[in-house]
């Protein structure tokens, strides 16, 4: 079964920093492109930050841009999300998500998702 396992959320004050991790497992993850998604209430998701693990490229929402720093750990089948200097609007319940094909990804859509972790970043 494919499983995307995100962690690392949490309650942090602004300017503090914070890591997500995603933990894959049941398909062959150095094949695959993964992206951080994020929905706020109220809100359309939109990408945080996607990597291509076919050719190591990254992509970041203007919005984090300088502040979040996205990473692969291909031995351990894990993505990572730095993220330094939240801001109160960083708030948002996070996903990761999977796909083979990196332009799905950039659609919002993807064919594995994660359950999601809290980031709550209070002023």
């Known amino acids: 079964d494919v499983q995307l396992q995100a962690s690392g959320g949490g309650l942090v004050q602004a300017g503090e920093s914070l890591r997500l991790s995603c933990a894959a497992s049941?398909?062959?993850?150095?094949?695959?492109?993964i992206g951080w998604f994020r929905q706020a209430p109220g809100k359309e998701r939109e990408a945080v930050s996607i990597?291509?693990?076919?050719?190591?490229?990254?992509y970041y929402a203007d919005s984090v841009k300088g502040r979040f720093t996205m990473s692969s750990d291909n031995a351990k089948n894990t993505v990572y999300l730095q993220m330094n200097s939240v801001k109160p609007e960083d708030t948002s319940v996070y996903y990761c998500?999977?796909?083979?094909?990196?332009?799905?990804?950039?659609?919002?859509?993807?064919?594995?998702w994660g359950q999601g972790t809290q980031v709550t970043v209070s002023s």
């Open positions: 998500a999977a796909d083979a094909v990196l332009n799905i990804l950039y659609t919002g859509r993807g064919t594995y």
């Open positions: 049941g398909f062959t993850f150095d094949e695959y492109a």
């Open positions: 990597i291509s693990n076919t050719d190591g490229s990254i």
